[in-house]
């Protein structure tokens, strides 16, 4: 799978199930959780899915706003264990 397509789908997941909006324009870089976009709850959702959709497993430790809250900071988190 490439980087364009878990971008992708990460974005598409992301606004349509968790910030409830398939037209928000989410850019790669823009905090999300910071942004007020996403809550901590939301994270725990986004891990399951990126085990269901990628296969990776995110532990709880890499589910924080330093390391997860922007596009690019969770799209370079599944491809770690692609």
Known sequence: ????TVRD???????QQ?????EYPLTD???I???GL?????????????EQAFGVYIPDPD???EKMNTLNQIVARVMRDL
């Open 33 to 35: 959780i910071t942004g």
């Open 1 to 4: 799978m490439t980087e364009d």
């Open 18 to 22: 968790l910030i409830r909006d398939a």
């Open 63 to 65: 589910l924080t706003v």
């Open 9 to 15: 789908m990460l974005r598409a997941y992301i606004c």
């Open 38 to 50: 996403m809550d901590s709850f939301s994270l725990a959702e986004l891990a399951v899915y990126a």
């Open 29 to 31: 870089d823009e905090g």
